[in-house]
């Protein structure tokens, strides 16, 4: 709960606008391990990694999307202002010209066998201009132009569905998206041990940093009991001026320090606050100190038992195995390329080709001088038509001029390249796993030699100052034991600082940050 309401109030702080200087954030106290949970939720860089998986969880369902069906809806409209005579430059033009020379033939030659004197035939003009002036009476007039093909608005509205039966390249592609989302999820993995590696290394620096910081100002407060003390003999006359002298100058040089071991544990706490992705003018407390506990842990794991780990459970290596797969696919992907491609479709159409004007005109039965109109709906069959056609497609390139050879060939070298990396990965992982366990055992080393030194600079320390009570010692003696038990308790710090920092090295190097010590069997020689 404790770790969830920190997490709560980062989120908060990051999201709300920037507070005035009255609104203050209040300061958190953290623990290394509260440090770790909020940077695997809070690190950029995580952040960024854990978005490049996601990104190849969508190229996944894109390339499945390339032999999935494709369907296209397609709606225009054109409006023909005017249109070309289709018939133009032949004798088909004056084919529509004489359709009324039809009609006066027909007429005259039903007069010639009619058997009323009354009906003669007529002359074609006076024909003509019957149906003219029979047209003009319903508001109609006779002929529509040169061109009796072109309609003023068309619309055309159709559905396309294809589906793609064989596509080499598609198929490799959802393989090769595969792969590569594997790849992305190894290299979140590394980034979380890398990350965890970095939070800890921060953490320890930060406390030895203020702890660094504790000795000094023990150190300031010991020089000026020893500047009072000084002081006292240089005015009862049993010590020299110089001494008095020399203590305070000793002061002043440490007061220097201990401003600067300020700045570094402010420096240190900050740069971890940027591991944390927390803001830097957030308030933070640490809650721990640096102690050499459990020195003997990896102790008894031998050099090829690490290099086993590390090779079993190192994601970094099982992704540069996985590069090799993805530049197989690359290859396959690219030797598709001399395959035919396979696509069955079918399109759906519905024509439309509706004319401004959509009244027609009909002849009387009987009496070809007399005319009816007849007003269209806009939707009417005779202006509407489906169209429905369906087929299979093939495509296969023949030559392309070397092009997909010469892919080939590269294809074939990136092949080759990602399995020398692999064999790279390989040693540099070995090597890492040694010195790791190198650097491990000399940090044990260093801390069972500073722990008596800081005994024995402790113990030194006491006896001068008991001999300069008795006054059988100057004071330079005890500043120069004074400055060796802060050295000392410095190298003892340093050396703490060291074995946590090659133990997280050590276990960010063999792939256990995620895992736990307890969850693999470490055996030696």
Do not use: C
Request: aromatic share 8%; charged share 20%; no cysteine.
């Amino acid at each position: 709960m404790r770790i969830l309401t920190i997490i709560t109030l980062f989120a908060t702080v990051l999201m709300a606008p920037a507070a005035s200087a009255q609104e203050a954030p209040q300061p958190v106290t953290l623990t290394l391990e509260e440090a770790l949970q909020i940077a695997l939720v809070n690190n950029h860089v995580l952040r960024q990694t854990r978005l490049e998986v996601d990104n190849a969880e969508a190229q996944v369902r894109e390339a499945w999307g390339q032999v999935l069906p494709q369907v296209d809806l397609q709606s225009s409209y054109t409006r023909n202002l005017k249109s070309a005579n289709p018939f133009a430059g032949s004798d088909a033009g004056s084919l529509f010209g004489s359709f009324g020379l039809v009609d006066w033939l027909a007429f005259n030659e039903e007069a010639r066998i009619d058997d009323d004197p009354s009906t003669q035939p007529i002359p074609v003009d006076d024909f003509l201009d019957r149906q003219r002036q029979g047209m003009s009476e319903i508001g109609a007039s006779l002929g529509g132009g040169d061109n009796p093909f072109s309609v003023a608005n068309e619309f055309q509205n159709g559905i396309t569905i294809s589906q793609t039966l064989f596509s080499g390249s598609a198929f490799a592609a959802i393989k090769g998206s595969s792969q590569l989302q594997d790849i992305n999820r190894r290299a979140a993995d590394r980034q979380e041990h890398v990350l965890i590696h970095d939070v800890r290394q921060a953490f320890y620096q930060a406390l030895l940093a203020q702890q660094q910081e504790t000795v000094v100002e023990q150190s300031v407060e010991r020089t000026r009991v020893t500047l009072d003390e000084t002081q006292k003999r240089v005015t009862q006359g049993v010590a020299p001026k110089f001494q008095r002298l020399t203590a305070q100058v000793e002061l002043a040089n440490l007061e220097t320090n201990f401003v600067t071991s300020q700045n570094a544990a402010s420096e240190a706490v900050d740069n971890l606050k940027l591991h944390l992705g927390i803001p830097v003018d957030q308030p933070l407390q640490l809650r721990g100190i640096l102690e050499a506990e459990d020195q003997v842990a990896f102790s008894n794991v031998s050099t090829d038992d690490a290099v086993d780990l590390a090779l079993q459970y190192r994601p970094d290596l099982e992704q540069a195995r996985l590069a090799i797969d993805l530049r197989r696919v690359d290859l396959s992907v690219t030797r598709s390329q001399y395959l035919p491609e396979v696509n069955a479709f079918a399109n759906f159409n519905y024509l439309g080709r509706v004319p401004d004007s959509r009244s027609r005109v009909f002849s009387v039965p009987g009496d070809p001088f007399s005319f009816e109109r007849e007003e269209i709906p806009f939707f009417d069959r005779s202006y509407w038509n489906p169209s429905i056609n369906a087929g299979v497609s093939l495509t296969w390139n023949l030559f392309n001029g070397f092009q997909t050879s010469s892919l080939v060939q590269q294809r074939a070298i990136a092949v080759d390249q990602a399995e020398i990396e692999y064999e790279r990965t390989y040693e540099a992982i070995r090597l890492e796993v040694q010195n790791a366990l190198r650097d491990l055992e000399d940090a044990r080393e260093r801390i069972r030699t500073q722990q008596q030194n800081v005994q024995n600079a402790e113990l030194n320390y006491e006896f001068a100052q008991t001999r300069l009570v008795e006054g059988v010692a100057s004071p330079l003696e005890e500043r120069n034991a004074s400055e060796q038990l802060d050295q000392s308790r410095l190298n003892y710090l340093q050396a703490v600082h060291d074995l946590l920092v090659a133990r997280s090295a050590f276990e960010t190097a063999i792939g256990l940050p995620l895992r736990g010590t307890e969850a693999l069997q470490l055996t030696s020689n």
